[in-house]
């Protein structure tokens, strides 16, 4: 027989505490798979966050801890490993609400991604090219202080800065929060093609179910820290209740 192939991402009946009492994800299960794109949606307090800081390790025991379950990367269970040395393994996360170093420059920001790997100077230098590729904005603002940016931009920054670690997988919580629509989409035209172009896996966490599932492979529905729901994008576009209750009214004729 031919051994299975280890998992890329796999979470596993996981529950997290916030403090020492409030129970802020229950039992959830979901799995990444390389080269894919993920949604993970929910209505604000759904679990969302907790679940993405859960797999990057950023809880920490002042603000909650993973109680049961566990994380598997690639076959390994990672469930103790720092956030640091998750980053050095291929998984970075992207934080809700940005958190730029505003009085950094643009570059200087984006320069502070390859810190944990180290590379040369001609690679460094290859990095942040390929960034300037990908984000042409950042290199107009290349010398602005980061601070001074729009959030389209900082999110832009934010993005570029995870890129610069080399990542196989990004963790992506609520992209689309606060910007303009126009904004908005071209973060997600950027991220399908570091997806269909890098292969950057993505997990990412949004409010915005209609827009998510545009751009997404799988998805996963929280409520109250749970997986309600789960399927291809295309199954959770097409059912009656996922319309209702995410995607703004509902949608008739649709074959179950």
Do not use: C
């Amino acid at each position: 027989m031919t051994a299975e192939k280890p998992g890329f991402l796999e979470v596993r009946n996981v529950e997290a505490l916030y403090g020492q009492a409030i129970l802020a994800v229950r039992d959830v299960s979901l799995k990444v798979e390389e080269g894919s794109i993920v949604a993970l949606l929910g209505a604000n307090g759904a679990g969302k966050t907790t679940t993405l800081k859960a797999i990057s390790n950023l809880l920490g025991p002042a603000r909650g801890r993973v109680s049961k379950g566990d994380i598997r990367w690639r076959g390994e269970d990672v469930g103790d490993l720092s956030a640091s040395r998750l980053v050095t393994r291929g998984i970075v996360q992207v934080l809700e609400g940005r958190h730029v170093f505003p009085q950094l420059t643009v570059e200087e920001n984006v320069l502070a991604g390859a810190f944990a790997r180290r590379p040369s100077r001609s690679a460094l230098n290859e990095s942040l090219e390929q960034i300037y590729a990908w984000f042409p904005r950042l290199k107009q603002k290349r010398r602005t202080k980061a601070g001074l940016t729009s959030g389209g931009e900082q999110q832009m920054v934010a993005i570029g800065r995870a890129l610069m670690t080399k990542p196989k997988l990004v963790l992506l919580d609520e992209p689309s929060m606060g910007l303009a629509p126009i904004i908005v989409h071209e973060i997600f035209e950027i991220i399908r093609t570091l997806n269909t172009q890098s292969g950057v896996s993505f997990l990412l966490a949004e409010q915005n179910a209609n827009l998510a599932l545009k751009y997404a492979d799988h998805g996963y529905i929280l409520e109250m820290g749970k997986v309600a729901l789960s399927g291809t994008a295309e199954e959770l576009r097409a059912r009656d209740d996922v319309h209702d209750f995410y995607l703004g009214g509902a949608k008739s004729n649709v074959v179950h």
